[in-house]
């Protein structure tokens, strides 16, 4: 199985702040890597899929790179309701595997 | 409006099974493939399991499987997951997502295992 490893665990940034996620593959994955929002009580939310791409209707402040082992989500100019947990997946291959997360606090 | 709505969840016994549905609409629901996922209490989220558009390819976590069996019926715009033998650690909110890039994810529908 392929291991997706996320950092930081944590981070704490302050409204209008930019920030940025990482997440490694164990193995290559090519761009089949998928970036997802979840808030308290509900359901992720699909914000990039093939490392890059925006979902529809996601705003421009989210963006995706990377390909191969290494992808990074970046966010720029934080508002209050992009406090959360963000979870990479890659889907690549079977079974698909999440990264275990980064909760997104504000300082 | 793309959506999902789970449905069958709730508190069974060790050993007991459970039945969810997931109901799609506002896309051609044959057209596309569907997973499941599950998120333990306070946990992040576990793949679980995925069915083809036509129903022909099936996987699951070695965790699930043996005794879970997704299923669907494009007629009725519906995903189903049976769940045998179920245990505490199959205590999760459970998802359905649509297509690999799971673009869109229903409410959930909560499955607690406990005596």
Known sequence: ?107 | EVQLVESGGGLVQPGGSLRLSCAASGFTFSSYEMNWVRQAPGKGLEWVSYISSSGSTIYYADSVKGRFTISRDNAKNSLYLQMNSLRAEDTAVYYCARDVSYDTWGQGTMVTVSS
């Open chain 1, 1 to 107: 199985d392929i291991q997706m490893t996320q950092s930081p665990s944590s981070l704490s940034a302050s409204v209008g702040d930019r920030v940025t996620i990482t997440c490694r593959a164990s193995q290559g994955i090519s761009n089949y890597l998928a970036w997802f929002q979840q808030k308290p009580g509900k359901a992720p939310k699909s914000l990039i899929y093939a490392a890059s791409s925006l979902q529809s209707g996601v705003p421009s402040k989210f963006s995706g790179s990377g390909s191969g082992t290494d992808f990074t989500l970046t966010i720029s100019s934080l508002q209050p309701e992009d406090f959360a947990t963000y979870y990479c997946q890659q889907y690549n291959s079977y079974p698909h595997t999440f990264g275990q997360g980064t909760k997104l606090e504000i300082k």
